[in-house]
């Protein structure tokens, strides 16, 4: 298993300096590494063998499998609930007549691994966006000031170069400030946008698909149809056509086997309560960003929160000199500089900006 997860461990370095938070990091770090690792897994024929084994009579057995990979095996879905072996060979797996039974066709299954692979590069998009942007800015600030023990001659200068620069580039950064909200909306819009997408992957069961799995639960033995068997059957069948002897067209039935939608109902499940809670985290974390823009008192006590050890009057007196890219750079310079240099840069700062007149 390690040759199969190595590729995705580069993702779980810890960044050194911090231009993001939490919940961007749930986008970009620990949806990308599970949806790499989900393809990978599938396409790991070690683990679980030929993605698709079919057997009917008269067919060599490798043009069949290879027939029905390319086309598409298909199940009936009014037949999913019985007993299998008595009333059917598996769930939705029973002899059918053409035009007169719904057929529903599984072109999805060679395509699950692509799939999953671009909804993770598309995760990674506006991580990527807003390193471009950002270009830097916060590690540029911070200077090493993030490492308790500094030597002092060089901790005071960094201080003096920090201060300068937030005092001369004071109520510029809104810009700045700006694309990063736009980055976390374009989160939330991805991750809605996905779950759209995989509905659409999967012919309409996904938006539904973890509440039934929690439903079928709760149903009496004999009422159950697993929703699990009729989005991802194990068992399906095949129709191949070919000339007879006389020349006449010969139908042939086959049964394939689907190992690979084992392990693809498991991930879908996982993937459906995963976005439902990453979608509403990320809702949450919008109309914190609207609280945030929209209330300046807000950013008051979020700027005490981040510098606890400041005194009230020094943040309230830069919060009133502040605007919202200002006081951006402020809060995440405080995730990322020592907690007792980023007090002594707040005291300083408040002198400094006590004796500058409003620009």
């Known amino acids: 298993m390690f040759d199969v997860f190595g590729s995705v461990k580069g993702l779980l370095k810890l960044d050194q300096v911090c231009i993001d938070n939490n919940i961007f990091r749930l986008h970009y770090k620990a949806t990308v590494i599970v949806l790499i690792a989900f393809s990978l897994l599938v396409t790991s024929r070690q683990y679980i063998g030929d993605p698709i084994d079919c057997i009917v009579d008269e067919i060599p057995l490798g043009v069949m499998d290879t027939y029905c990979w390319i086309y598409s095996t298909f199940t009936i879905p009014n037949r999913m609930i019985g007993v299998a072996g008595r009333d059917m060979v598996q769930p939705g797996v029973v002899s059918h007549v053409e035009g007169s039974d719904e057929v529903k066709y599984h072109k999805y299954y060679q395509w699950v691994c692509f799939a999953l692979f671009f909804q993770a590069m598309l995760f990674y998009v506006p991580r990527y966006l807003w390193k471009t942007w950002e270009g830097g800015r916060i590690k540029m600030l911070v200077l090493d000031l993030n490492m308790p023990i500094v030597n002092e001659e060089c901790k005071e200068d960094r201080k003096k170069i920090l201060i300068s620069y937030f005092q001369e580039n004071l109520r510029r950064h809104n810009f700045y400030a700006f694309r990063f909200f736009i980055c976390e909306a374009l989160n939330f819009v991805n ?62 039935d ?18 459906w309560f995963w976005f439902i809670i990453l979608s509403i985290l990320s809702g949450f974390s919008l109309v914190y960003r609207a609280l945030v823009v929209f209330a300046p008192k807000v950013r008051l006590y979020l700027l005490r929160a981040r510098t606890r050890l400041s005194s009230h009057q020094d943040i309230e007196h830069i919060s009133n000199k502040c605007q919202i890219g200002d006081w951006f750079i ?30």
Do not use: W
Not at 220 to 235: A, H, L, Y
Not at 255 to 268: A, Q
């Open 254 to 271: 086959g049964l394939c086997v689907l190992p690979l939608n084992i392990v693809n109902e498991k991930i879908y499940v996982f993937l």
């Open 191 to 252: 991750v809605i946008g996905q779950i759209y997408f995989m509905d659409y992957f999967l012919d309409g069961e996904f938006s539904t698909y973890g509440s039934d799995v929690l439903r079928f639960t709760e149903l009496e033995p004999e009422m159950r149809g697993d929703p699990m068997s009729r989005v991802f059957p194990k068992v399906t069948k095949c129709t191949f056509h070919k000339y007879g002897p006389s020349g006449s067209v010969q139908k042939f």
């Open 330 to 359: 402020l809060y995440q310079l405080g995730k990322n500089i020592d907690p007792l240099i980023f007090k002594e840069i707040i005291t300083e700062l408040a002198m400094k900006l006590n004796g500058k007149h409003d620009v």
